[in-house]
């Protein structure tokens, strides 16, 4: 199993909204490590949802269901969706000035690279922010 971050800005696409709909496609990337990092998801990989812009927090977890297939919002066959379910939302947020603090965050792309709408997470990154939900 594989472990991701995937961010929305919560006015366009909020966890919430991926709970209401029960199962849904990430829809409109159009970078192409973010779009190869979709294409390297697996069914049962797990991704941080992270809420943008105003927020800046890990509020939830989303688990992929699907191989990549063609993003339906678009013609252009360069473009890949997975499809999400939610598995759970965080007891509180984990706010990115929180994440920048915890050394062992230090390395992680979120804090390197914050720009990615989706990339991968270590194991021990996933964990500690899981750890951090709970205090």
């Known amino acids: 199993m594989n472990y991701w971050l995937i961010k929305s800005e919560p006015n366009t696409y909020s966890y919430d ?3 209401q709909k029960g199962q849904d496609h990430w829809d409109g990337v159009r970078n192409y490590q973010a779009r190869n990092n979709l294409k390297a998801m697996k069914p049962g990989d797990l991704a941080l949802f992270y809420h943008s812009v ?3 927090a890990v509020v939830g977890i989303a688990e992929c269901v699907s191989e990549h297939y063609p993003d ?3 013609d252009d066959d360069r473009w890949v969706v997975v499809d999400f379910v939610p598995k759970q939302k965080l007891k509180k947020p984990v706010f990115l000035e929180d994440i920048k603090r915890e050394s062992l965050l230090s ?3 979120l804090v390197k690279n914050s720009r990615l709408s989706v ?3 270590k194991k021990e990154e996933f964990d500690q922010i899981l750890k951090m939900a709970q205090e």
Do not use: A
Request: aromatic share 0%; no cysteine.
């Open 107 to 109: 390395e992680m792309v």
């Open 72 to 74: 339906p919002t678009t």
């Open 54 to 56: 105003n927020e800046k």
């Open 17 to 19: 909204d991926l709970v």
């Open 119 to 121: 990339q991968p997470v």
